[in-house]
């Protein structure tokens, strides 16, 4: 794996700027790499054996999907909408996984470990670049349960929805009321269908 800096540099590229969640999705996914025995995750075989669940969409997931390689479109990046600053490393090989927390306390630390830095946010910077891991994030290891449907490759699985027929793969349709639907149709959509109006219509 590359050094710190470089990876903080590239990611910091990749997602648009230098911020202190880069920072901390670096170190976050160095560590988290570490401890699941992966040293190239980018390259194969490595990257075909790793698969990071993320639980929060800010600039630390960018940052961790930079140094890992892992992408939703490779079906390797899971988001788990928790809005905790947090991510699962799981090695699929080995099934070791760890799951690493970002502090609170971590913001309050950033004034000890840089007290010449007058700015809040460039004061975290500079404190999440050299905080010890202890002080930065609380590790645990766990076990993920990874479901033949969640695995990375080409798609398995797939159902019909019965109310719009729209093919749902993944094993990600519902069985409600005895019926096979999408979840749009199961439990509503994000989104509402804009009304076209006719010629007749004012």
């Given at each position: 794996?590359?050094?710190?800096?470089?990876?903080?540099?590239?990611?910091?590229?990749?997602?648009?700027?230098?911020?202190?969640?880069?920072?901390?999705?670096?170190?976050?996914?160095?560590?988290?790499?570490?401890?699941?025995?992966?040293d190239e995750p980018r390259t194969l075989p490595q990257?075909?054996?790793?698969?990071?669940?993320?639980?929060?969409?800010?600039?630390?997931?960018?940052?961790?999907?930079?140094?890992?390689?892992?992408?939703?479109?490779?079906?390797?990046?899971?988001?788990?909408?928790?809005?905790?600053?947090?991510?699962?490393?799981?090695?699929?090989?080995?099934?070791?996984?760890?799951?690493?927390?970002?502090?609170?306390?971590?913001?309050?630390?950033?004034?000890?470990?840089?007290?010449?830095?007058?700015?809040?946010?460039?004061?975290?910077?500079?404190?999440?670049?050299?905080?010890?891991?202890?002080?930065?994030?609380?590790?645990?290891?766990?076990?993920?349960?990874?479901?033949?449907?969640?695995?990375?490759?080409?798609?398995?699985?797939?159902?019909?929805?019965?109310?719009?027929?729209?093919?749902?793969?993944?094993?990600?349709?519902?069985l409600k009321n005895n019926e096979i639907l999408c979840?749009?149709?199961?439990?509503?959509?994000?989104?509402?269908?804009?009304?076209?109006?006719?010629?007749?219509?004012?």
């Amino acid at each position: 794996m590359e050094d710190f800096e470089t990876l903080l540099k590239g990611s910091a590229k990749a997602h648009g700027h230098l911020c202190p969640g880069q920072v901390v999705g670096v170190r976050m996914a160095m560590l988290g790499c570490h401890l699941i025995g992966l040293d190239e995750p980018r390259t194969l075989p490595q990257i075909k054996n790793l698969i990071v669940y993320v639980e929060i969409d800010r600039c630390a997931t960018d940052a961790i999907a930079f140094v890992t390689g892992v992408k939703l479109g490779r079906r390797s990046l899971k988001f788990v909408d928790n809005g905790i600053m947090a991510a699962t490393f799981v090695n699929i090989k080995t099934q070791k996984a760890f799951r690493i927390v970002s502090t609170e306390e971590s913001r309050d630390l950033a004034k000890v470990y840089a007290p010449d830095v007058i700015d809040k946010e460039k004061q975290q910077l500079e404190a999440y670049k050299k905080m010890n891991l202890d002080d930065l994030f609380i590790v645990e290891e766990v076990f993920v349960d990874v479901s033949a449907c969640d695995f990375p490759g080409p798609t398995r699985f797939k159902a019909v929805c019965a109310r719009c027929n729209t093919i749902v793969r993944d094993k990600r349709e519902v069985l409600k009321n005895n019926e096979i639907l999408c979840r749009s149709c199961a439990f509503g959509s994000y989104y509402q269908p804009v009304q076209k109006k006719g010629k007749n219509d004012a």
